[in-house]
């Protein structure tokens, strides 16, 4: 049977082909892909290689992660607000990732209304992840909101640290 034709004849009938027939032909298929996980455990020596993710994967697996320390972090959120903030929403926890930046925030609604995200960000630089120190720019209020993220994002690169060779 010929794999390259364009279209299906009227003729064409299922059962005169041989699958196993076709499976087995050299020109069917090219060379299998490598097992990642066979060839993790059967060389140990290249388990150091750098293995390159997508940059929405790693900002959704830091958002779920940081996330996941905001809520078990934090049994009152409102602790870090500054005076000037009504209310902070942590189920709002966002990673957005541009270029090479990440940047998780948090809704946090002010006094008038207004609507603001506060963030941290993070830098993939040659492979790994690293914060961007920002603590001398946020203003003195500020800083337990920033100091909250930022423990989020460091336990969340952490966890992305333990369970892959990305960060």
């Known amino acids: 049977m ?3 034709s364009d279209s299906i004849t009227p003729d064409f009938d299922a059962d005169d082909i041989n699958i196993f027939e076709e499976l087995s032909s050299s020109n069917s298929f090219s060379q299998p892909q490598k ?3 066979q060839q993790i455990l059967l060389d140990e020596e290249e388990v150091n290689e750098s293995i390159t993710f997508d940059a929405d994967v790693i900002a959704d697996l830091l958002q779920v992660l940081a996330h996941h320390a905001i809520v078990k972090g934090s049994s009152d959120p409102t602790n870090v607000l500054p005076d000037v903030a009504n209310d902070v929403d942590i189920n709002s926890a966002r990673v957005t990732s541009q270029e ?3 940047r998780l925030s948090l809704l946090v609604e002010l006094q008038d ?3 603001i995200r506060p963030c941290v960000r993070v830098r993939q630089e040659n492979g790994s992840l690293n914060i961007v120190e920002e603590e001398e720019k946020v ?3 500020w800083l337990p909101l920033y100091k ?3 423990q989020a ?3 969340a690169i952490d966890s992305l640290k333990a369970t892959a060779q990305i960060a």
């Open 113 to 115: 209304d207004q609507k």
């Open 148 to 150: 909250m993220l930022h």
């Open 35 to 37: 097992n990642p996980l």
């Open 100 to 102: 090479d930046e990440f």
């Open 2 to 4: 010929d794999f390259n």
């Open 153 to 155: 994002l460091s336990s």
């Open 139 to 141: 203003p003195k209020q």
